[in-house]
């Protein structure tokens, strides 16, 4: 079946370090891999996407590679802010039908 | 800008008890969908809609039922209220697209604690 494992957290850093969230699944097929951030008290929103083997998905200074070698989506971001404090999900689609399979979440706690 | 908006920030409800949960989006999407979100288990599926009056199972839709009568509305029913119900619950609703490139957009969620 689909599945989608990240790290467990929490993830404390401090401000300006190096992000590697860790994402891998299972799939059948060619699904679409997704990053969603969750910040306090609001609903899930697109980080960024990619579609296709070795594309890389890139927004607000994270980014993240699609792997079908080691079938894994790893999120990183080179200098970490306070503001980047929040849940992060893996996620993917597995084909055409629209749905998207989460990982349990991984909280990041950046600190001053 | 895009909105999918939840009916309540946050609910209390007594076991037994009946509860709606709305969602309404406003950018003409096909799809809708309930997901409910656990510490250490993400979110999983509910039930999802692909169009009016129309209805799927999701990952764990038992003690749960829905209703989709407008395309721009997706209602989340509790039948009879129990306290394993108690739960982050959140809408998405994506557009018709090519393939399984579509984004979900999320509410910002209802917070539902059952006495």
Redo the contacts between chains.
Sequence with gaps: GNS?TQMEGPVTLSEEAFLTINCTYTATGY??L?W?VQYP??????LL?A?KADDKGSNKGFEATYRKETTSFHLEKGSVQVSDSAVY?CAL????????I????TTLQVKP | DVK?TQSSRYLVKRTGEKVFLECVQDMDHE?M?WYRQDP??????IY?S?DVKMKEK?DIPEGYSVSREKKERFSLILESASTNQTSMY?C?S?GLGT???????????TRLTVL
């Design positions: 989608v699904p679409s997704f969603y008290g609001e609903g899930l929103q697109l996407k579609t999900f689609s597995p084909g055409n039908t629209g749905k998207l989460f990982g349990q979440g | 999918v799809n969908f250490g288990l993400g979110l999983r599926l999802f692909y999701g959140l998405a994506s393939g399984n490139t579509d984004t979900q957009y999320f509410g910002p969620g």
